[in-house]
């Protein structure tokens, strides 16, 4: 089946740093990749969707200056945390969209910042 | 707008036990139904998946069928494992509104030996 990965699984940061993490389908290009965040024992909080070559949606609530994405290819899109702050340690989680509508889902980013 | 509504857990049942998790959905059109399954540490894996009423999705002994008149996907396995020990979520998606996915709270099942 269609792999998607992430890179790093796992990071900690200092606070006022920024982290990026990328997202890449490995197998199918994917026109439509999805972040998401999830605290402790909570579901998916949806903050993006990330659109190939174009600017990404951002659900309400989600600050776009602080959390840029960027979708280059059709295999790759990144997620930027900027001056992370102790609140934005979270489980991010990306997923991917092919051709036919499925989505595959990436192992998941632990963020820790300090 | 769309919505998902999981039994609430956490569950625990012993290896061999019958499992029910329910799921209930409000959505406009004819969604797509899944469930998900979450390890400890991991992202989201497809346990299964229904397109359209009346359609049964299965795999590694879990069933859901989606039942438009009950607006519901309960998920069921006969027998459980130790190894199905982890976080489930309902999701629905409804093939529009860019094809986002709308979850449910998820239920942890715990299955002891």
């Known amino acids: 089946g269609a792999v998607v990965s992430q890179h790093p699984s796992w990071v900690i940061c200092k606070s006022g740093t920024s982290v990026k993490i990328e997202c890449r389908s490995l197998?199918?290009?994917?026109?439509?990749m999805f972040w998401y965040r999830q605290f402790p024992k909570q579901s998916l909080m949806l903050m993006a969707t990330?659109?190939?070559?174009?600017?990404?949606?951002?659900e309400q609530g989600v600050e776009k200056d602080k959390f840029l994405i960027n979708h280059a290819s059709l295999t790759l899109s990144t997620l930027t945390v900027t001056s992370a702050h102790p609140e934005d340690s979270s489980f991010y989680i990306c997923?991917?969209?092919?051709?036919?509508?499925?989505?595959?889902f990436g192992p998941g980013t632990r963020l820790t910042v300090t | 707008g769309n919505s998902v509504t999981q039994m609430e857990g956490p569950v625990t049942l012993s290896e061999e036990a019958f499992l029910t998790i329910n799921c209930t959905y409000t959505?406009?059109?004819?969604?797509?139904l899944f469930w998900y399954v979450q390890y400890p540490g991991e992202g989201l894996q497809l346990l299964l998946k229904?397109?359209?009423?009346?359609d049964k999705g299965s795999n590694k002994g879990f069933e859901a069928t989606y039942r438009k008149e009950t607006t519901s996907f309960h998920l069921e396995k006969g027998s459980v494992q130790v190894s199905d020990s982890a976080v489930y979520f309902c999701?629905?998606?409804?093939?529009?509104?860019?094809?986002?996915?709308?979850f449910g709270d998820g239920t942890t099942l715990t299955v002891k030996p």
């Open positions: 997923s991917a969209r092919d051709s036919t509508w499925e989505q595959y």
């Open positions: 197998d199918f290009q994917a026109t439509t």
């Open positions: 990330s659109n190939e070559g174009s600017k990404a949606t951002y």
């Open positions: 959505a406009t059109g004819y969604p797509s």
């Open positions: 229904a397109t359209k009423a009346d």
């Open positions: 999701a629905l998606n409804g093939n529009t509104n860019a094809g986002k996915s709308t």
